[in-house]
């Protein structure tokens, strides 16, 4: 590459590429100081971890994330249980005591009648 318009457009690259890898780096070093990372996983990705979101018993077990598709509408319901709920419940929450009804009732441990 030529210069163009008193550019130095190789120069400017080195540049640019340098400051970005020193990016990376501060951040690499800074997540491994604080041990937080900014990492973003899909949840098959994830390995199991200790929870507090196990609505039918009190011990911790480890835990797997489970993503799943839903119509809008159920979304939508779903986001205005939540606004009914103490704060601090999340979405993640009401889908585990969800799928913790359902497979009682799958299992015959609890018996649906048609409201709750």
């Given at each position: 590459m030529g210069s163009k318009n008193?550019?130095?457009?190789?120069?400017?690259?080195?540049?640019?590429?340098?400051?970005?890898?020193?990016?990376?780096?501060?951040?690499?070093?800074?997540?491994?100081?604080?041990g937080q990372g900014g990492e973003k996983h899909q949840p098959s990705a994830i390995s199991p971890q200790t929870s507090?979101?196990?609505?039918?018993?009190?011990?911790?077990?480890?835990?797997?994330?489970?993503?799943?598709?839903?119509?809008?509408?159920?979304?939508?319901?779903?986001?205005n249980q939540k606004l009914t709920r103490p704060k601090g419940t999340t979405l993640a929450i009401l889908a585990a005591e969800a799928i913790a009804l359902w497979l009682d009732v799958q299992e015959g441990k609890v018996k649906v009648s048609a409201t709750i």
């Open positions: 008193n550019w130095n457009a190789d120069a400017m690259k080195g540049t640019l590429i340098s400051d970005m890898e020193n990016e990376v780096l501060d951040g690499i070093r800074k997540t491994a100081t604080d507090d979101i196990s609505p039918q018993t009190s011990e911790k077990e480890p835990t797997k994330g489970v993503q799943t598709y839903i119509p809008i509408s159920q979304y939508m319901r779903l986001s």
